[in-house]
């Protein structure tokens, strides 16, 4: 099995004690934080802002950062997530005025860009964005809440998606319902780095047992 990146998405930690749950699983482990970021607006939820990523670069986490924007619009917060340490900032191409040129400010701003492909959204999108982008996410609940079931019409969407990409260096990353019972099927179809909210901060296992577990998942 390649080498897979697990992302940790903070949506479903425990806010009141977030620095120290973040430290947690990356000692267990974890690859990357996913930061969700939802203005109520591009999606039906609200969660975190710029100040938030700020404590945690402050609190001494290091770890790579992925800021995954769900906002509109979206250039402002890429340059305030940018400022204050993210590694990563992917967006959708929905939330963009002028997609092109957001992704360019990412770049330009030295972070890595990713593009996030709700399941509904076209493949077109791809066409001429492949020389500015690191990832592409796919995802595969339409966003806005954590717990959703994963849709499994998405698979055929991530084996498109990595055809596409197959020789060029774009990381392709998935979200939303991705559980120990589905992640190997998941990376058959493409995927090099999975997002995980409630299958890590809501098991009944620890976080070591948790991605252990996992990584065993991974590699039968």
Request: hydrophobic residues 45%; charged residues 20%; proline residues 3%.
């Amino acid at each position: 099995m390649k080498n897979i990146l697990i992302a940790a998405s903070i949506l479903s930690a425990n806010f009141a004690y977030l620095g120290k749950e973040i430290k947690d699983v990356l000692k267990a482990g974890v690859d990357i934080i996913h930061f969700d970021v939802m203005d109520n607006h591009y999606v039906p939820n609200l969660t975190i802002g710029p100040l938030v990523l700020k404590s945690l670069r402050d609190y001494g986490i290091k770890c790579i950062i992925d800021v995954h924007l769900m906002t509109k619009p979206v250039d402002d917060l890429i340059i305030k997530f940018a400022k204050l340490g993210a590694d990563i900032i992917t967006l959708h191409p929905e939330s963009s005025y002028h997609l092109d040129k957001s992704i360019s400010l990412i770049k330009n701003y030295g972070c890595k860009a990713g593009l996030a492909l709700n399941p509904s959204t076209s493949l077109c999108y791809l066409d001429y964005l492949f020389d500015k982008l690191d990832i592409i996410l796919i995802m595969s609940v339409n966003p806005g809440f954590e717990g959703q079931k994963f849709l499994n019409h998405i698979y055929d969407k991530i084996i498109k998606v990595k055809q596409i990409i197959k020789k060029k260096k774009i990381l392709l990353e998935v979200d939303g319902g991705v559980n120990i019972n589905n992640i190997k099927k998941i990376v058959i179809a493409g995927a090099d780095i999975l997002v995980m909210g409630s299958a890590i901060f809501k098991h009944s296992f620890s976080y070591y047992e948790t991605i252990k577990n996992i990584k065993l998942k991974l590699n039968t």
